[in-house]
């Protein structure tokens, strides 16, 4: 940019501080990605603003779904009482009732056919004639498909959220020790829903052990097929 195009207003010299700031706290992908753990230990007193929560999962469902279904639904569980019941058959792990937040991830097995007009509505017209139709298509008279299809959703949008969590300054734990049936029992899971897992979310008191085993990459990537 030349010399004469440069606004040196000290409105100017303001906003590109601010911008640069802000560049400089953000925490990249890599380094969140790096930096999550499963943490078990949190502060019990420590609140997370609700701002804070709702920038959280506006951006956890911008994740992927299979025809765009959004099959995930959030049960945000903020009734003490409900916590410790939930605890109570979840091993009685602390992070179930000590962190901020408790996102039990759950996916509406049925959604496919709930108004699917709706998931492609700003869709070009040729776009939605194709796509519509195709989603009974791919669904209907399937139950292995529309689990299979609800278990990757919530796996893509809880990575999702506990990626998000970490750029806020916040730390996660994803859990599937406990006892499905009940959890189900004390949120009233309609009976066309399955539970994927459990996220724990607030600020942790303390680090995680070091990483305790990760395998080589050349163990866990195959090329183009297996032996």
């Known amino acids: 940019v030349c010399e004469a195009a440069v606004d040196h207003t000290p409105f100017a010299k303001t906003l590109l501080n601010n911008l640069a700031t802000r560049e400089a706290n953000s925490m990249k992908v890599n380094e969140a990605i790096r930096a999550r753990r499963a943490i078990k230990w949190y502060d019990p007193e420590h609140q997370m603003p609700e701002e804070t929560f709702i920038k959280l999962m506006e951006h956890a469902i911008l994740a ?5 279904i959004q099959n995930w639904r959030f049960v945000r569980v903020t009734d003490p009482e409900q916590r410790k019941a939930i605890r109570a058959v979840a091993w009685d792990q602390a992070q179930v009732t000590d962190a901020s937040e408790l996102l039990v991830l759950c996916f509406d097995n049925k959604c496919w056919q709930r108004d699917p007009q709706r998931y492609w509505r700003k869709a070009p017209q040729e776009v939605q004639d194709f796509l519509v139709p195709a989603i009974d298509d791919y669904y209907r008279d399937k139950p292995q498909v529309e689990r299979d299809e609800g278990m990757r959703s919530c796996g ?3 990575q999702t959220i506990m990626l ?3 750029e806020l300054g916040y730390q996660t734990c994803p859990m599937d020790g406990f006892d499905f049936d ?3 029992r004390i949120i009233n899971l309609p009976e066309d829903h399955t539970i994927a897992f459990m996220i724990a979310l607030g600020k942790g008191t303390r680090d995680s052990w070091p990483r305790p085993g990760q395998l080589d990459l050349d163990e866990v990537m195959v090329s183009n097929r297996f032996d």
Do not use: C, E
């Open 182 to 184: 009940a959890v189900a």
């Open 156 to 158: 893509l949008v809880g």
């Open 164 to 166: 998000m969590a970490q």
């Open 64 to 68: 992927p779904t299979a025809f765009n």
